[in-house]
C-alpha cells in the first residue's frame, strides 16, 4: 500500500458538506484509492473507491484529479450518525493476499 | 444486504484460557481475514485465509493463534493460551475477490482477558 496522509482529525456541522483530503504523492499506476468508515465500537466499513475523476454512490463521493497524487472524500449533509473514523487507503492489490493495513485514520466529528 | 457476522459479542476469560471467536462469512466470498483493535489503537491485520489454508500472517498471529473454516459457513479463531495483552476487538471479514480492497467487516467480538 501506498503511504497516505489525511488530517487527524476534523469537526463539521450537521447539515454541512465535509470534505477529507487524502494525499498519497507515491500512488503507481495501478492503484485504486478506497474509504473506509469505522463507528464507534463497531468494525470498518466500506464506503467508496475509484481510479480517476469522480466516483459517487449512496454514502459519498470520490473526486480524484488528473495526477492523482491526492484524493478527496465528499460526505454531502452530514449528521450526527456520521461521526467517525475515515480511513484512506492506496493500493493495488494485485497479489492474492490483500491485507489492509490500516492508518489513524481522520476523527470527523459532527456537532449539532 | 448480506453481512458478516460474529459470536459472541463480548467473550470474558482468564489468563491461560482458550478462546474461540466465531464468525460466519458472507456466503459467496472466497476470502477471509481476522483483525484485531486495541482499545484506542489502530485496526491491525492478524491473518487472511483462502481455499483452506492461511494465506498470510502477521507477526502478531503467534504460534497461540490458529484460524479454521470447520464448515461451509464457519471461519474461527482459536487463541490457546490467552495474555491479558490480548485483550481488544476481534474482527473478521470477508471477500468476494482478492486484490480489490473491498472487505466487509463483521461486528467484531470484544474479548476481555482478566
Known amino acids: 500500500l501506498a503511504k497516505t496522509t489525511q488530517p487527524i482529525s476534523m469537526d463539521s456541522y450537521e447539515g454541512q458538506e465535509v470534505n477529507i483530503t487524502c494525499s498519497h504523492n507515491n500512488i503507481a499506476t495501478n492503484d485504486y484509492i478506497t474509504w473506509y468508515q469505522q463507528f464507534p465500537s463497531q468494525g470498518p466499513r466500506f464506503i467508496i473507491q475509484g481510479y480517476k475523476t469522480k466516483v459517487t454512490n449512496e454514502v459519498a463521493s470520490l473526486f480524484i484529479p488528473a495526477d492523482r497524487k491526492s484524493s478527496t472524500l465528499s460526505l454531502p449533509r452530514v449528521s450526527l450518525s456520521d461521526t467517525a473514523v475515515y480511513y484512506c487507503l492506496v493500493g493495488d492489490g494485485k497479489n492474492r493476499d490483500d491485507k489492509i493495513i490500516f492508518g489513524k485514520g481522520t476523527r470527523l466529528h459532527i456537532l449539532p | 444486504e448480506p453481512e458478516v457476522t460474529q459470536t459472541p459479542s463480548h467473550q470474558v476469560t482468564q489468563m491461560g484460557q482458550e478462546v474461540i471467536l466465531r464468525c460466519v462469512p458472507i456466503?459467496?466470498?472466497?476470502?477471509f481475514y481476522w483483525y484485531r483493535q486495541i482499545l484506542g489503537q489502530k485496526v491491525e491485520f492478524l491473518v487472511s485465509f483462502y481455499n483452506n489454508e492461511i494465506s498470510e500472517k502477521s507477526e502478531i498471529f503467534d504460534d497461540q493463534f490458529s484460524v479454521e473454516r470447520p464448515d461451509g459457513s464457519n471461519f474461527t479463531l482459536k487463541i490457546r493460551s490467552t495474555k491479558l495483552e490480548d485483550s481488544a476487538m476481534y474482527f473478521c471479514a470477508s471477500s468476494l475477490l482478492a486484490g480489490n480492497y473491498e472487505q466487509y467487516f463483521g461486528p467484531g467480538t470484544r474479548l476481555t482477558v482478566t
Open positions: 456466503s459467496n466470498h472466497l476470502y
